[in-house]
């Protein structure tokens, strides 16, 4: 067991003293600001690849308050998108496949409904569609994930304010002919279907929506670019406006992807561009010392492992090379391992432990007290 071990935590260990910490001091331990970071799909594995694949510094190693979760659903061992994030919307546990309900599909109340009845500006982010189960756990209620044009007219008359993903199509072809574009303006939405502007051009909108490709943005290797962590600091920009509180969930959303896939090139470069989107965050998180950042993943996807290289000698005995790695899956679909989560600024020492993924709801809750009246 410790050579699969002891290397990665060495390593980890050397990287972490390069990195230039903060440690958070702060007179109040209550958050004004909470931003969620979700990698879809993420064990250890696939974080432990950027000390391996990233040629600059790991943002990872930024963190020291460091936990892990159970992702079980009410149902399964191993848990689904929808399922754990509605456990970290709501607190509750659900089937795979629900979003925002309980198991017996009674509609539970989500962070954001509840924040945003204090004043708090909410939105959210992904490089999947914006209907994706884990964005619609943030402001959806729907018995299966697969209701996307539903999910889709929920969004428009949610208490979301900003957000930036895919899924045009959910919005414009629909089997109900509604064209959501004209519901989302009617909401008060600025929508911008071309690219991402800056904070100049939305400043102005009460809110405010990028819908940017059909269904899921594009891969990072075919060319997505800097979109999750200029969209992610833009939302900032605008939600925190006037430095108004506010809650925000964005999503790499296809490290899942890449995992059910089994490609390696994929996964490592959507790792990457979340590794940046956290370093960008910190930084903000760094200078306004009242957001606290939480770094988590709904589940683990494909079993991956950092192995090493096979080899065969020259008397046909195979050996695993402990100096070449050769990154393999064990599924093409989810597994049922603990999951790291990170968390930065004030109250960031309660994610220490080992505790469920519903308790990511309820200690934020704790210490922003959104639920009550
Ligand atoms: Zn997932």
């Known amino acids: 067991m410790n050579k699969f071990f002891f290397l990665p935590l060495l390593v ?13 001091k702060s007179n109040t331990k209550v958050p004004k600001n909470v931003i969620l970071l979700i990698s879809d799909g ?46 970290f919307s709501t607190g509750e546990k659900t089937y795979n496949g629900g979003i925002g309900i309980l198991e017996d599909s009674t509609t539970v109340e989500n962070i954001i409904e509840m924040a945003s009845k204090k004043g708090v500006k909410a939105g959210i982010v992904a490089t999947s569609s914006i209907t994706h189960a884990t964005p619609a756990s943030f402001y959806a209620h729907v018995v299966d994930r697969d209701y996307e044009q539903k999910i889709a007219l929920q969004l428009s008359n949610s208490e979301i304010d900003y957000f930036a993903g895919g899924g045009k199509k959910f919005f414009k ?27 100049d051009v939305i400043k102005s909108h009460k809110k405010q929506g990028f819908l940017l490709s059909d269904d899921g943005m594009p891969k990072m290797i075919e060319g997505r670019g800097d979109f ?81 290289e096979n080899y ?35 109250g960031a020492e309660l994610f220490f432990g080992i505790y469920d993924n519903t308790d990511i709801f309820h200690k934020i809750i704790k210490l922003t007290a959104w639920n009550k009246k």
């Open 312 to 346: 065969t000698t020259k008397d046909g005995n195979i050996y695993s090379s402990y100096t070449t790695l050769d990154p393999k899956f064990s599924t093409g679909g989810h597994s049922a391992t603990l999951i790291p989560v990170f968390a930065y600024g004030p």
């Open 12 to 24: 980890l260990f050397l990287f972490s003293g390069c990195v230039n910490k903060k440690s958070y």
């Open 173 to 199: 072809n629909r089997l109900d002919n509604n064209n959501l574009y004209e519901v989302l303006k009617s909401n008060g939405f600025g929508i911008d279907t071309l690219g991402l502007t800056t904070f």
């Open 42 to 87: 993420t064990g250890l594995s696939q974080i432990s690849a950027a000390y391996y694949y990233k040629n600059s510094e790991v943002n990872y190693s930024r963190f020291e308050h460091i936990g892990l979760i159970t992702t079980h659903s009410s149902k399964e061992y191993i848990p689904d998108s929808a399922a754990s994030g509605t456990a």
């Open 228 to 308: 999750l962590s200029k969209a992610t600091l833009l939302g900032i920009d605008f939600l925190h406006q006037n430095n108004t509180p506010f809650f925000l969930m964005s999503e790499g959303s296809q490290i899942d992807w890449a995992g059910h896939d089994n490609d390696t090139d994929y996964l490592i470069s959507e790792l990457i561009d979340f590794d940046e989107t956290i370093g960008r965050v910190l930084d903000f998180a760094e200078q306004d010392g009242e957001t606290l950042v939480i770094v988590t993943s709904d589940h683990e996807t494909g079993g991956f492992t950092l192995a090493g």
